[in-house]
Structures are given as C-alpha cells and as structure tokens.
C-alpha cells in the first residue's frame, strides 16, 4: 500500500496541477518579472534551502546472462533542490527490471518557488523540463523531449521541517498524508 502511495504521490507531482488566476511563468534563467507572492514572496526560508530526497530501491540484484550487474529490481526517487534565490529543480526517476528488461522514466522540471511561511505552503511553478523513457529491450521506444508548454503545471504543496533540519514531509490535497523526504546532499 505504501509503494501505491509514493507513486501515486511522483505521479501526481508530475501531473496534477493547482493554477491560480493568471500568473505569469517565470522562467529563472531571465530577469522576468517575479513570482506572485502568497505571502512569503521569493524569499525561500533557510530551513526548505537544500536538496530533499524520497528514495527506494529493491534489495533484489540481476545480472544478466554474461554475468554483467543489471541493475536493482525496481527503484523510485523523487528529490527536490530548493535555491535560496526563489528557484528550485525537480527529478523523478522510476525503474524496473523484469525478465532481464529494464524499463526507466526520468522527468526533470525547473522554475520558480514562491514559499508561504505563515502557512506552511509553497507553489512551484516550472518553466521547463524534460522526459527521458529507456527501455532495454524495446530500444526503438525510448524517448528524450522537453516538456510540453500543456505539462508544466503549478501545484501547491504543505511542507513540515524537522528539528535539525533531517528531513521535511510535504503533502497536497491528492496525498494529504504526504511522504517524508531526507536532506541529502551530492
């Protein structure tokens, strides 16, 4: 059930979306104009600036038939890097090995973080992405695109911070009891 959750919850990252009224994208790689405020501006608290990690994999190794490791049966991560300067980054990645087939997903978004202190809330609104899909033995469907104008969705997201700053869980309104990410660093 809690495997159920967590994709659940990556795919609803990727796709479920709250907008709100007309606010302009924000591309961070321009001096645009700045995010909307809900009450925390740009301005991103010290204790959510950092990488933030969801992570699990399968204890369960292949190798395939020359002997060669193949990979983990099955992996899913979901981590956010939120930049002191209102910009953060997203990666999702999920895998699976099945028959000596792996199959991969890797979505990449960056943009705009407008946090809300008084709230515990923040918006992020991507300006840009990409889908990467790897399929080992179907090669001629792998795929590398941007993202779609269509895809890059604002979501609201509640977030808690530990003491010692170890880790946050953020939730949104399709997974109220959220998932629990780690500080991590690379």
């Not at 991103?44 to 950092?50: A, D, H, K, Q, W």
Request: some cysteine.
């Amino acid at each position: 059930m809690k495997m159920h959750l967590i994709a659940l919850f990556a795919l609803v990252t990727l796709s479920v979306a709250c907008k709100q009224g007309n606010e302009p994208v924000i591309d961070p790689s321009t001096d645009g104009p700045s995010a909307p405020s809900t009450g925390g501006g740009s301005r991103i608290p010290s204790e959510l600036v950092g990488k933030w990690s969801y992570g699990t994999f399968s204890p369960t190794n292949f190798w395939d038939y020359n002997g060669v490791y193949a990979g983990n049966a099955y992996e899913q991560a979901l981590v956010f890097d939120f930049h002191a300067d209102g910009t953060y980054e997203q990666y999702v990645i999920n895998s699976v090995m099945s028959y000596n087939c792996r199959t991969e997903a890797y979505s990449y978004f960056k943009g705009r973080i407008t946090v809300n202190e008084s709230n515990h809330s923040f918006v992020i609104t991507p300006t840009g992405g990409n889908y990467r899909g790897y399929y080992s033995c179907a090669p001629k469907s792998n795929i590398k695109r941007d993202a779609k104008q269509s895809e890059l969705k604002q979501e609201t997201m509640n977030y808690q911070v530990e003491s010692g700053k170890a880790g946050i869980k953020l939730s949104d309104a399709e997974a109220p009891q959220g998932v629990r990410l780690k500080a991590i660093s690379w």
